[in-house]
């Protein structure tokens, strides 16, 4: 019994950032590399180590290829909650498995991690290197070396975990139909995948207009989404990307999509739009007058993600994902204001803070049901949708906190 | 803008449906860009073709050489995925429009970027 238990077990030492996506991107990878994710430790929480059974080292390593949540992995011969406890667990680790590390000629050093300073070791492994994670990818992919960034330029560790949620793999297709500066495409096309994207603003897909880096006045021509792949050496998985608006797509009937992975705008820093009815044109397009953007109508923010929702339906192919932020104001959220659609099912859901009030949720999504034109309106038989109105006053409520706080700063100072 | 994006975009012109696809293309500037050979990648692409489109695009460009139809086996012929990856990927349309054949509008492509906004009266609701 001992014996099968200590079979293939591996520790995981994970980075300690980004807590609540580790998990769902350790299961996504496992589960693209064809591992099942099966553990006997019940409670991940904060804690840095993870001991998981995985049926193969080739999976191992696949794993590691991909991760930037874990840092390491090792072969675990043995662990306790004391030295004698190791002892005798390392005494019943199957030998013929230790054999291949112990010629004479090979060196072995002991290395202790511990976690929470205020805790003394828990578990000594004696450490054979598999393979260390791609932490590595953050600093090399980092948002301050890259040339085109815009205001809302994800930060880089967390554009590689939507690629791990969403399973993206070499030869996919991905797609984001709120492409911005393209930062989210990057990611997919490290991993081997052809992007795409379309953006609803003319100047941010073509490279124009003020700069959003401080100290730049214009973008010049080296800034635009292609340019950004080049500068990594990815060039040759940019597709196309084009101005339009994701409310009105303009795709044949079909599914192309492998992977949708988006950041939607919450109109604070980003202004939410769509094309709308009224002529009145912008300020700034005048440079650009065939942009042709009659905007002005405000996306309420529960259609926009209603949207997303049918369109991800429509145009992922079968057991294809769909991951995104989704914002919220926290004292109001509950579970049952994550949209919901027949043909997707909820994978994860894992919360960052954004201030005091706010946080955002990336929600990962995959397509189980074939999309039917009569899926469209089933969200307006469904309760579901009464409670996605609180996200149209998303904008409101951050606008009242930041405004509340800074009358009560100005009353404080005065006094 | 690559004929395979092309392949895929259609007309959302108000009461126009299915008939909006496919787009009319007229290029003013072409440009050939090579881009790495992916046989695997290329194969993927082949079943989501729809042909006639992808031909009459490539005839309107005046490109030789284009398969007329998947051959048997496809996926492990290597000149066949040469000449799709070629048609596919590798002509890019920098300057020019796109024609919604049932209503006539015109979507321009500039710097090789399609603009495909419409107002809202143009488009379905």
């Not at chain 1, 791609?134 to 301050?144: A, G, P, T």
């Not at chain 1, 205001?151 to 791990?164: C, R």
């Not at chain 1, 057991?319 to 099912?345: A, D, K, S």
């Not at chain 2, 460009?61 to 040469?82: A, N, Q, R, S």
Request: proline share 5%; aromatic share 10%.
């Amino acid at each position: 019994m001992a014996l099968s238990c200590s079979r293939n077990r591996y520790l995981l030492l994970m980075a300690q950032e980004h807590l609540e996506f580790r998990l769902p991107e350790i299961k996504s990878l496992l589960s693209l590399f064809g591992g099942q994710f099966t553990s006997n430790q019940e409670i991940y929480g904060k804690s840095p180590f993870w001991i998981l059974s995985i049926p193969s080292e080739d999976i191992a390593r696949n794993l590691m290829k991909r991760t930037v949540c874990a840092k390491s992995i090792f072969e675990l011969w043995g662990h306790g909650k004391s030295p004698e406890e190791l002892y005798s667990s390392l005494k019943n680790y199957p030998v013929e498995k230790m054999v291949p590390f112990l010629h004479s000629d090979s060196t072995y050093k002991i290395k202790i991690h511990t976690f929470n300073k205020t805790l003394t070791q828990e578990e000594k492994v004696k450490r054979i290197d598999i393979a260390d994670g791609q932490r590595e990818l953050i600093e090399s992919y980092s948002v301050k070396k890259r040339h085109f960034i815009g205001n809302t330029s994800m930060d880089a560790g967390l554009s590689f975990i939507m690629a791990n949620h969403g399973k993206v793999k070499e030869n996919d297709i991905v797609f984001d139909p709120f492409v911005g500066t393209g930062g989210l495409l990057i990611a997919s096309a490290h991993f081997g995948a052809y992007v795409c994207g379309t953006d609803i603003d003319y100047n941010t897909v073509h490279g124009l207009g003020k700069a959003s880096r401080k100290n730049q006045k214009w973008r010049g021509p080296d800034e635009n989404i292609r340019a950004n792949l080049r500068q990594y050496g990815l060039e040759k998985y940019y597709l196309d990307v084009l101005v339009s608006d994701a409310s009105k797509p303009s795709w044949r009937k079909g599914t192309y999509f492998d992977a949708i992975i988006t950041d939607p705008p919450y109109g604070i820093r980003e202004s939410t739009r769509r094309t709308g009815s009224q002529k009145e044109i912008p300020k700034g397009i005048e440079k650009c007058p065939e942009s042709h953007v009659p905007v002005s109508l405000s996306y309420h923010l529960s259609d926009m993600f209603f949207d997303l929702l049918n369109f991800a339906a429509e145009t992922l192919v079968l057991g294809g994902r769909l991951v995104y932020w989704l914002p919220v104001y926290t004292p109001e959220y509950t579970e049952e204001m994550v949209p919901w659609h027949p043909c997707l099912q909820l994978i994860s859901n894992c919360e960052q803070k954004l201030s005091s009030h706010t946080s955002r949720r990336l929600i990962t999504m995959e397509k189980v049901k074939t999309f039917e034109n009569r899926d469209q309106y089933s969200h307006l038989l469904s309760d579901h949708f009464l409670p996605y109105q609180g996200h149209n006053s998303f904008r409101e409520k951050y606008f009242s906190g930041v405004t509340k706080r800074i009358a009560k700063e100005e009353k404080c100072s005065q006094e | 803008m690559k004929l395979l994006t092309h392949n895929l975009l259609s007309s959302h012109v108000r009461g126009v449906g299915p008939r909006g696809f496919p787009l009319r293309l007229q290029a003013t500037e072409v440009r050939i860009n090579p881009v790495e050979f992916n046989p695997e990648f290329v194969a993927r692409m082949i079943p989501k073709v729809e042909w006639a489109a992808l031909l009459e695009a490539a005839d309107t460009l005046h490109l030789v050489e284009v398969p007329k139809e998947p051959i048997e086996g496809y996926e492990h012929d290597e000149k066949f995925l040469k000449k799709m990856h070629h048609v596919l990927l590798e002509v890019d349309v920098l300057e020019g429009t796109l024609q919604c054949p049932e209503s006539g509008r015109l979507f321009p492509i500039s710097r090789g970027i399609p603009n495909m906004l419409l107002s809202d009266e143009e488009t379905e609701t």
